[in-house]
């Protein structure tokens, strides 16, 4: 498994990864006000772009595929048949992927699956026992973001990797058996249009892992999308 320099996508073992692509989110900023015409074209160019980049056979998207909840609007079906004919897709559902079905026959429950000993869910739901026992559970749907304070005292948001270590004590109160080493990696929005700011114990309404707080957020090593390591989450100065 590998981070892609630059990028908020994970290649490994032949598949790219992604996240939270929000295709659609036209319709949501026009109605702020916003025109941002072509935003979904422009995800699926960079998208077909690491595809060709990286080679890869097939590519996972971890949720959140659309923006719009309920159904799937005109830009993601449109968008989303051009992709299909570029690379297979498999689809984990996020909590704004209902009737995601309708463009994609293989979609995985958002508990998440197995992919060659990752473990991939989106976030929104506990994951299933099975993923409990994988190295790495990757998990898209909290947007990670870090703020940054340059020399002037301006602060800067960019997104960012997280991997967070496990609390062996709040695990067993949920899973009876798993993989004492386990990480937990949140996975950056592949959208740039969305992100938060992860802080101090904001664990609350980002899953029901943080939530519960089965990995420690505040020890997080953070990582910028550009690889340099911040450090842990807890030691960073905004």
């Not at 892609?4 to 692509?21: M, Q, R, S, V, Y």
């Not at 595929?65 to 159904?71: A, G, N, P, R």
């Not at 749907?141 to 709040?170: S, Y």
Request: charged fraction near 25%; aromatic fraction near 10%; include cysteine.
């Amino acid at each position: 498994m590998r981070f892609i320099f630059g990028e908020p996508a994970i290649f490994h073992k032949d598949a790219l990864i992604i996240g939270d692509t929000h295709f659609g989110i036209e319709f949501r900023l026009k109605e702020k006000g916003i025109h941002y015409e072509g935003a979904s074209e422009q995800i699926l160019e960079k998208i077909i772009s690491l595809v060709k980049k990286t080679k890869a056979k097939k590519l996972i998207m971890i949720g959140d595929v659309k923006e719009c909840i309920t159904h799937v609007d005109k830009i993601t079906e449109n968008v989303f048949k051009k992709l299909q004919t570029k690379v297979p897709i498999t689809i984990v559902r996020g909590n704004h992927d209902g009737g995601i079905e309708k463009i994609c026959d293989d979609v995985k429950p958002s508990e998440g699956f197995f992919y060659e000993g990752l473990g991939l869910m989106h976030g929104n739901a506990w994951p299933s026992e099975e993923l409990v026992f994988a190295d790495y559970l990757v998990s898209a749907h909290q947007h990670p973001q870090i703020e940054l304070k340059d020399k002037l005292g301006k602060i800067h948001v960019e997104p960012a990797w997280f991997v967070l270590p496990p609390n062996k004590t709040k695990i067993k109160n949920f899973y009876k058996k798993f993989n004492k080493k386990i990480q937990l990696i949140l996975l950056p929005a592949f959208n740039t249009l969305v992100g938060k700011s992860l802080k101090l114990n904001a664990e609350k309404h980002i899953g029901p892992l943080l939530y519960n707080r089965l990995f420690k957020l505040n020890d997080a090593l953070v990582y910028r999308l550009n690889g340099i390591c911040l450090g842990k989450l807890k030691n960073i100065e905004v």
